[in-house]
């Protein structure tokens, strides 16, 4: 059965994604893969985490891929495009939920920011994992900016199920992102900073509600082991 997000409270209304992705396990069940087959034990006791291709399946248990789903796809369905704007435009419906608490139990308001995200540093090929967010009552939408797939463009996203009270590093797993699609984190996925790939800084447009309280709009945990992961 794979990870739900919690969703606006204990006793909130089911979300968008709570529906959809139930309605996924009933008939796709397993489609999340074991997070086992990409994370390596060290004597030393750190860990290598190994990022793999993003595909639209494999990501429901966090959220969604901002994009086009692959021929095959369980979403390919519910995505299927229809014409718009007179014949000059084909519409994808439903590629990707958004869901909040309802204003009556969490008001905020949804704001849209830019974020410059940097190449990292770190030796090439890895990156060592610090901290993991989440936030609690929003899903929260990464949109790359002006880039192109076929410029090489790339990103990773890490992310752990919402139902985990902290991250579990057994639980990780880090999905490799082309430039032509965008990422919806569910409403308490746990969730790693975006790491940009490539010489040069990238803009993301960013979508999530807030309230203003650092308390409820973010939860951040320090990752305390070591944990590594590499780009094949």
Request: net charge negative.
């Amino acid at each position: 059965m794979m990870a739900v997000s919690p969703g606006p409270g204990p006793d909130g209304p089911e979300s968008t994604m709570e529906k959809m992705l139930r309605s996924v396990s009933a008939t796709q069940p397993g489609v999340r893969p074991s997070p086992s087959e990409s994370i390596q034990r060290l004597p030393d006791g750190s860990t290598i985490i190994t990022a793999k291709p993003i595909m639209c399946d494999s990501f429901l248990a966090y959220g969604q891929v901002i994009g086009i789903p692959e021929s095959g796809s369980i979403l390919e369905e519910q995505t299927k495009p229809v014409s718009a704007n007179q014949g000059s435009a084909r519409k994808y419906p439903n590629v990707a939920a958004y869901d909040t608490a309802p204003q009556d139990r969490h008001p905020s308001n949804t704001m849209i920011s830019i974020f410059v995200s940097k190449p990292r540093t770190e030796a090439p090929g890895q990156f060592d994992l610090h901290v993991m967010e989440r936030h609690p009552y929003s899903s929260q939408l990464f949109i790359p900016m002006g880039v192109k797939e076929e410029e090489g463009f790339r990103y990773l996203v890490a992310v752990s199920p919402p139902g985990d009270p902290k991250p579990i590093i057994d639980n990780v797993e880090v999905f490799l992102v082309h430039g032509k699609q965008g990422i919806s984190y569910g409403a308490g996925t746990w969730h790693a900073p975006i790491v940009v790939l490539g010489k040069e800084d990238v803009q993301f447009a960013v979508v999530v509600d807030t309230n203003g309280n650092p308390q409820d709009d973010t939860e951040e945990v320090e990752i305390k082991e070591k944990a590594t992961v590499v780009i094949p």
